[in-house]
Nanobody
Framework: QVQLVESGGGLVQAGGSLRLSCAVS????????MGWFRQAPGQVREFVAA????????YYGDSVKGRFTISRDNAKNMVNLQMNSLTPEDAAAYYC????????????????WGQGTQVTVSS
């Protein structure tokens, strides 16, 4: 069974940075596209970033381009999300997602989800 465990969430001030991590077990990271989604209270789950299983190409939601960076370490079975220049609009529960052997852009693409980690941004 594939398991995803996020960590790194917390409280930061606007303009600050935070690094989220997702530890993956149960399947080789190289066989899955990995991504991050976020969901604020009362809002839909939103695509944040993804990294392709084939070539490692990265993709970002429009609202985070230029500020967030997704990366992976296949040997360590870990995916990271570096978040810079955070704003209150970035506050949400962030979820790690995995899509075996396919691209990941939408909530429906993901087969596995982590439990989420909360990011709070003060203004």
């Amino acid at each position: 069974q594939v398991q995803l465990v996020e960590s790194g969430g917390g409280l930061v001030q606007a303009g600050g940075s935070l690094r989220l991590s997702c530890a993956v077990s149960g399947r080789s990271l190289s066989t899955m596209s990995m991504g991050w989604f976020r969901q604020a209270p009362g809002q839909v789950r939103e695509f944040v970033a993804a990294i392709s299983w084939v070539l490692g190409s990265t993709y970002y939601g429009d609202s985070v381009k230029g500020r967030f960076t997704i990366s992976r370490d296949n040997a360590k079975n870990m995916v990271n999300l570096q978040m810079n220049s955070l704003t209150p609009e970035d506050a949400a529960a962030y979820y790690c997602a995995a899509a075996p052997l396919r691209d990941l852009r939408r909530v429906s693409d993901s087969q596995y989800w982590g439990q989420g980690t909360q990011v709070t941004v003060s203004s």
